[in-house]
Structures are given as structure tokens and as C-alpha cells.
């Protein structure tokens, strides 16, 4: 087993004034999680505050980040799987991928202790 | 909203029950090892309920008010403090608060009312393990489940706030080091868990009842308590069962007693000169209906023989009309069910009544030499009342005055003293 994070883009949610579909979904993103952490594959994760600062020299801080939209990083996860694919597998099941969010996995690197 | 003077007074027990619902919530949340923080965050909810209602007056629904402050402060201890305290989150219902995706909703589910009424008799479970002794379960019932200050609970014991504290730290680190959690056992495990948890509450009871504790306060509030945690009991499905039933059958009959006991000073009145119309008819009438609900499914518990028992006397126009008989046959069927010598002891009083003393004496030939029995002072106050009644005089002092000797308790004292003046 490995662990892996995955950076979510974009806030993938119903394009709708619905309160109840609002609701609906984030039960979904509950449900897909608690399902994560029943298999074990979860480890972490937190969603993030769409304002941010962006440091880009040790002169130029700007107080938002550069990319927008649906490139905005909206959260993460840390997924534990057997392997890259594996991981992909389970990140399908986020309620968001249909509604355009996309989703980074990367293996966590361990550096070898000599 | 009320505003009332003696706010103290007015929430005293509304606290009690709230205090014991928010702990069973809180250990579910942080784990029974850490304890200490559970309480914590109780008393800061009480506290904060104290200090605004002083001012606001007491809000429409309080206990939901203080349950809404112990999920905040409790969410905020997880956000800001979880690396402060060990909060365990290995496992996938501790996972879902460590992080904001469900962290509010996990909350959310945490503080619903079945989601409350399930951790408080899991708490209860958990309080009444098979391998913490019966006195630490009682103790730590007290204190978790019916907000018991260590100083109120020594006072239920009559022993120090410090063999209190040590009896309570005992329990902590059985929780700690066995990892308990506040869960209700599996059916497979049910029925004998159950048990535990009935003698527990009848030992309870039986602390607020017992003659030897002198403040009727005192008394009232744990009779209250156990009949409140048994009520709990009979709520939910799994523990809702005829033994359940017979055990808050025993205590409605016996609490509708509790005002003929005692003299204003503390007296001990004799069930034979108790005035049966101070006994409280609506507290009889609902144990018939749990008595009623008892005799269902095939299992006889000795709580429905002492039920049954208590029933007779509740029922009896006077104390030479009782039934003796009938209580007779439900003493023999107790002792079918177990070889308790106090058990013959009380039946001997019942034998006494019905086939006179030389039967009564007859049949305590059995346990003369009964080691615990012999240092019991009601062994040697019954064996006085026999031998009175046979016109024994000196066999009846000498026992009376061993009685004396044998017990603590004042009001028994002066009781037994009167005896030996009237024989």
C-alpha cells in the first residue's frame, strides 16, 4: 500500500439554485467518504477557502491565487491504494467528477534512508 | 422564557440528566481515554449555562442549548486541539470529524436524540463492564450518567470524597487501558450484559433506599436517579425487556414506600406500623402496569419475585391481612433461583407471619453457622423478633443487643434499643 494525494480542481457542484440538490450533493460527499474511511482507503484530506496568497519572489506576494475557475485548487485528499490506478479507481466515485472538477494523483515520494 | 430567583435550584436537575447525556456523546466522540477532557467540556457547557441564563433567563428548550454548546465547544477542541490531546482517529467513525468535509455532519449526527438515547445506554454498558467491580460501577454511574459531584457521591456512600476519587480513578484507567468504548453489546452478548447492568441499578436503588442513609434528599435523588436510568432502559428496544420491566416494577413499589418509612427525625417505622395511606397510590398503579408487562416471554428473574413480593405488601389492606402465603411461595421460588441467605432470612420473616416462630426459628437452623450471616446485624434482630415471640426474653435481648452492635447506623441503633426496652 502507498499513499497518495490528490489535489482537486475546480468546485465541481450542480449547477442549480436548488437547496435540496445543494444538499443532496454534499450527502453524496459524505457518503462517498465515509465509504472511504469504512475501506480504509482514506487518510486526510481537508477543502480549501477559494482566497489565498500567492508568493511568487521573495519581493512579489499577491493576494490571490493564479490560476481561476476550474483550475482552482478546491481541496485534497490523501488516499492510501495499492497503486496509482488504484487510486484513480476509487477518486471516480467523487460526487464532483461529473461536474467538471478534475483530480492530481500523486504517490507520496519516500525518500530511501540509507 | 422564565426567570427564576433560585436559578440553582431550577436547573439542578436538568443538569443531572443533561450532564449524563452530554458525557455518553462526548466519550463517543473523544474516546473514554480521554475523560478528563469529556468532563471538562461538560462542566463548561453547565457553566455557560449558569453564567447566561443568570442574565437571559432559562431558554425554551435548555438541554438543547447545553448540548449545542458541548458540539461546539467539542468541534472546536477537534479543529484547534486535537494534536493537544491524543484524540484517536484510527478507526472509520473517529475519521469522519477529522475533517471538515464531514466534520459538521458526522456533529450533526452525533447530538440527534436517538444518536444520544443509543451512546447513554452504551455509557451505561460500558460503566457496568464485567470486570469492574459492582461498588466502582455504581460509583462511576453516579458520576458519568446522573451528574453526581464526587462530594454528592461520598455522601451517597457514606465514605470520604477521597475513596471516592481513587474508586472513580480506578475506572478511568480500566477505560483508558482497555480501550471501552460507550456502545451497546452485540445481541449475542446482550442478555448477560444486560444482567450486569440491572444489578447495578438495583444495587443503586437500593443505596437510596436503604435505611442507613440518613438525608432524605440524599435518598430521594438516587432512587430518582435509578428509576430514571432503568426508565432509559425500557425506551429502547434491545433493553426492553420482561426483566426490565419486573426490576422498575420493584422500584415503583418499593418508592411508593419510601414517605411511611421514616419518622420526621429518622426514625425507623416498622412496615407493621407504616399509616399504608401515605404510600404513593400512583407509584403502585404503574408498577401493576410494569409488573403486567413483566410476565410476558418465559424467563423468571428473582426481580419478578421480589416484584411480586413488594406487590403483596403494596396491595395488603394492613400488615396481618397480607397475603403471607402467597409471599411465602415467592420466596421459595427465589431461593429455586439462588442460595442467598439473606434471601432465607427475609423468608423467615414471612414464615414467621404465617406459620408462627418455631417454624421461622426452624428454618434458620440451616444457616446458623453462616459466617457473613452471623456478622449481618438483620440475622440477629429477626432471631430477636422469633425469639420474643415465643416469650424468650433473655435469648431476645441477647440478640437484639448483638444487632445493635452490629450495625453503624444510628436510626438502627435507636430502633433496636427501643426493641430491647418493649421486650
Known amino acids: 500500500m502507498q499513499e497518495f494525494l490528490v489535489i482537486i480542481r475546480g468546485d465541481g457542484r450542480p449547477n442549480t439554485d436548488s437547496a435540496q440538490d445543494m444538499q443532496q450533493h454534499l450527502q453524496n460527499w459524505q457518503h462517498w467518504l465515509h465509504e472511504l474511511m469504512a475501506s480504509g482507503n482514506y487518510v486526510g484530506g481537508q477543502n480549501l477557502e477559494s482566497e489565498g496568497l500567492t508568493v511568487l519572489n521573495s519581493t512579489t506576494v499577491t493576494d490571490r491565487p493564479l490560476a481561476e475557475g476550474k483550475e482552482l485548487i478546491a481541496g485534497y485528499l490523501v488516499l492510501r491504494a495499492s497503486n496509482a490506478a488504484a487510486a484513480a479507481e476509487l477518486v471516480k466515485g467523487c460526487p464532483s467528477l461529473p461536474y467538471g472538477s478534475t483530480f492530481e494523483i500523486r504517490a507520496i515520494r519516500q525518500l530511501h534512508l540509507s | 422564557m422564565t426567570t427564576s430567583p433560585n436559578i440553582h435550584q431550577a436547573v439542578n436537575h436538568l443538569f443531572r440528566q443533561a450532564s449524563g447525556k452530554m458525557v455518553a456523546v462526548l466519550v463517543k466522540i473523544f474516546g473514554a481515554e480521554n475523560y478528563t477532557l469529556v468532563e471538562d467540556v461538560v462542566q463548561d457547557a453547565l457553566l455557560s449555562g449558569l453564567e447566561t441564563w443568570k442574565l437571559n433567563g432559562i431558554p425554551d428548550n435548555p438541554e438543547a442549548w447545553l448540548f449545542r454548546v458541548a458540539r461546539n465547544k467539542a468541534i472546536d477542541i477537534i479543529r484547534r486541539k486535537k494534536h493537544q490531546y491524543n484524540i484517536d482517529f484510527s478507526s472509520p467513525e473517529q475519521l469522519s470529524p477529522s475533517t471538515e468535509y464531514t466534520l459538521a455532519s458526522t456533529f450533526d449526527q452525533y447530538w440527534q436524540d436517538q444518536a444520544i438515547r443509543d451512546d447513554f445506554l452504551g455509557m451505561m454498558?460500558?460503566?457496568?463492564?464485567?470486570?469492574?467491580?459492582?461498588?466502582?460501577?455504581?460509583?462511576?454511574?453516579?458520576?458519568?450518567?446522573?451528574?453526581?459531584?464526587?462530594?454528592?457521591?461520598?455522601?451517597?456512600?457514606?465514605?470520604?470524597?477521597?475513596?471516592?476519587?481513587?474508586?472513580?480513578?480506578?475506572?478511568?484507567?480500566?477505560?483508558?487501558?482497555?480501550?471501552?468504548?460507550?456502545?451497546?453489546?452485540?445481541?449475542?452478548?446482550?442478555?448477560?450484559?444486560?444482567?450486569?447492568?440491572?444489578?447495578?441499578?438495583?444495587?443503586?436503588?437500593?443505596?437510596?433506599?436503604?435505611?442507613?442513609?440518613?438525608?432524605?434528599?440524599?435518598?430521594?435523588?438516587?432512587?430518582?436517579?435509578?428509576?430514571?436510568?432503568?426508565?432509559?432502559?425500557?425506551?429502547?428496544?434491545?433493553?426492553?425487556?420482561?426483566?426490565?420491566?419486573?426490576?422498575?416494577?420493584?422500584?415503583?413499589?418499593?418508592?411508593?414506600?419510601?414517605?411511611?418509612?421514616?419518622?420526621?427525625?429518622?426514625?425507623?417505622?416498622?412496615?407493621?406500623?407504616?399509616?399504608?395511606?401515605?404510600?404513593?397510590?400512583?407509584?403502585?398503579?404503574?408498577?401493576?402496569?410494569?409488573?403486567?408487562?413483566?410476565?410476558?416471554?418465559?424467563?423468571?428473574?428473582?426481580?419478578?419475585?421480589?416484584?411480586?413480593?413488594?406487590?403483596?405488601?403494596?396491595?395488603?389492606?394492613?400488615?396481618?391481612?397480607?397475603?403471607?402465603?402467597?409471599?411465602?411461595?415467592?420466596?421459595?421460588?427465589?431461593?429455586?433461583?439462588?442460595?442467598?441467605?439473606?434471601?432465607?432470612?427475609?423468608?423467615s420473616v414471612a414464615l414467621l407471619e404465617y406459620a408462627g416462630a418455631p417454624a421461622a426459628l426452624q428454618s434458620l437452623e440451616v444457616v446458623q453457622s453462616h459466617r457473613q450471616l452471623n456478622r449481618y446485624y438483620l440475622y440477629h434482630a429477626v432471631l430477636g423478633e422469633i425469639y420474643k415471640r415465643m416469650n424468650e426474653k433473655d435469648k431476645a435481648v441477647a440478640s437484639f443487643e448483638q444487632a445493635r452492635q452490629l450495625t453503624t447506623a444510628q436510626q438502627e441503633q435507636q430502633f433496636l434499643t427501643a426493641k430491647i426496652a418493649d421486650t
Open chain 2, 125 to 347: 454498558f460500558a460503566c457496568c463492564h464485567p470486570d469492574i467491580s459492582p461498588e466502582n460501577q455504581v460509583t462511576f454511574i453516579l458520576k458519568s450518567l446522573c451528574g453526581f459531584s464526587t462530594r454528592e457521591v461520598a455522601r451517597a456512600f457514606l465514605t470520604s470524597e477521597d475513596t471516592i476519587s481513587k474508586r472513580l480513578y480506578r475506572t478511568k484507567e480500566f477505560f483508558r487501558t482497555n480501550d471501552i468504548r460507550p456502545v451497546i453489546p452485540p445481541p449475542a452478548q446482550l442478555s448477560g450484559r444486560l444482567d450486569a447492568v440491572l444489578n447495578s441499578l438495583y444495587l443503586l436503588f437500593n443505596e437510596g433506599y436503604s435505611a442507613t442513609q440518613h438525608e432524605q434528599l440524599v435518598r430521594e435523588d438516587i432512587i430518582a436517579q435509578a428509576i430514571y436510568l432503568c426508565q432509559s432502559l425500557l425506551d429502547h428496544e434491545h433493553t426492553r425487556q420482561p426483566r426490565t420491566s419486573a426490576l422498575m416494577a420493584l422500584f415503583c413499589f418499593h418508592a411508593a414506600r419510601i414517605h411511611s418509612r421514616l419518622q420526621s427525625d429518622g426514625t425507623i417505622i416498622p412496615l407493621s406500623q407504616q399509616d399504608r395511606r401515605q404510600w404513593d397510590k400512583a407509584l403502585i398503579a404503574s408498577g401493576n402496569e410494569w409488573l403486567n408487562k413483566a410476565a410476558s416471554g418465559t424467563a423468571l428473574s428473582p426481580f419478578h419475585l421480589e416484584a411480586a413480593i413488594a406487590y403483596e405488601h403494596c396491595i395488603a389492606p394492613g400488615y396481618a391481612a397480607t397475603n403471607w402465603k402467597m409471599i411465602l411461595a415467592y420466596y421459595d421460588a427465589l431461593l429455586q433461583l439462588t442460595k442467598d441467605p439473606v434471601i432465607l432470612l427475609n423468608r
